[in-house]
């Protein structure tokens, strides 16, 4: 299984894809050594901050397992919805209501899709060196203009 790492350190994010076994049953919140995810991070440690499937449902860190659950959740996370008789107008999420949603646990599984990780030790370089491609600034377009 191919896992979509997102490594994100002081608001800036890179990108990598690893098949490291060695991330399944681990549980979001935990801290691991860069070594497990792959040798180029050796000597930091990162922290799995979330993650999601690949159908796109969010791990959510107090639903145990790393199966798929419907649980009933108030307002904040993943709530966006508004009741029906209100139409299009702009209305805040009301007091009081619930929606059921399905989440997957907080454990890493086989069917995990992506990870994201934070950054909590840094080794021996520095990610702009490991990942030279990513996060560069954007070239500025000179235009010439036309011959008259």
């Known amino acids: 299984m191919v896992f979509k790492l997102n490594i994100s350190d002081k608001g800036k994010a890179w990108k990598i894809e690893s098949s490291s076994e060695t991330l399944i049953g681990k549980a979001l919140g935990e801290k691991i050594k860069g070594e ?14 979330g993650a999601s499937d690949s159908a796109g449902f969010p791990h959510k860190k107090d639903v ?3 199966e798929l659950k419907r649980v009933l959740l108030t307002k ?7 009741p029906r008789k209100l139409g299009k107008k702009k209305v805040a999420t009301p007091h009081g209501l619930r929606l059921r949603k399905t989440v997957r ?8 899709a992506q990870i994201n990780i934070n950054v909590l ?9 490991l ?17 008259a």
């Open 36 to 49: 497990e995810i792959a040798p180029e991070l050796a000597g930091y440690e990162v922290e799995i901050t």
């Open 131 to 147: 990942f030279p491609d990513q996060n560069k600034p954007k070239e500025k377009k000179v235009e010439v203009a036309p011959a």
């Open 121 to 129: 030790k840094h080794g021996h370089k520095k990610l702009e060196e």
């Open 105 to 112: 646990g907080n454990k890493i599984s086989e069917k995990t």
């Open 76 to 82: 904040g996370w993943g709530m966006w919805k508004k």
């Open 64 to 66: 145990d397992g790393p």
